[in-house]
């Protein structure tokens, strides 16, 4: 029992890291931009660097606080899951492949409204590394991919596809940020 709990700690250490390496790419990507880069719009439907980011920290952030409210709840003998797991065995890029539309509707919930300067942003989505790895602390081995908190456009998601979605939406965003500082005037 305790080389099964030390391989699946592992596990959850490897998901931590894999969001932390894709977080740092982000980061290291818009702390080179200067304000005006960053709040640089194409077009005013276009998502500046500014809300990107701000869509991300209230995307995790929202993500992980969920995560644990449902890890709470099963350990306090809660029902959180009655429905199918009908993405179970699958990685988050194929669940996004079948469930997501091409340019999808943020949901309101992590949709950008404040604005702001990009340092703030970026240290706000830096800082929720913190409450992850709390969370990854907290996290039993079997609860991976026992415990389903549902994402407002896949539906039922595992932790460890939870874990994998905050690892696949920084890296997508990172991709928008690469092609608006393509488009940004010289």
Sequence with gaps: MHIKKTL????????????????????????????????WKPSPEVWNVVDITEHLYRAEHGGIHGMWKVMQASRDGKKTWEGEKFHKGLTIEEIVERTWKPKEIVPAVAAPRLGGPIGFWAASLESLQVELNAFGHELNDEELESLIHPHPISGPLD??????????????????????????PH
């Design 8 to 39: 699946n700690m592992n596990q959850v250490k490897k998901l931590i890291s894999e969001v932390l390496a894709a977080r740092n790419r982000y980061l290291d990507t818009v702390r080179q931009l200067s304000e005006t880069q960053a709040q």
């Design 159 to 184: 932790i460890r596809q939870r874990f994998e979605f905050l690892r696949f939406h920084i890296d997508r965003h990172l991709n928008q940020v690469e092609e608006l500082k393509s488009l940004m």
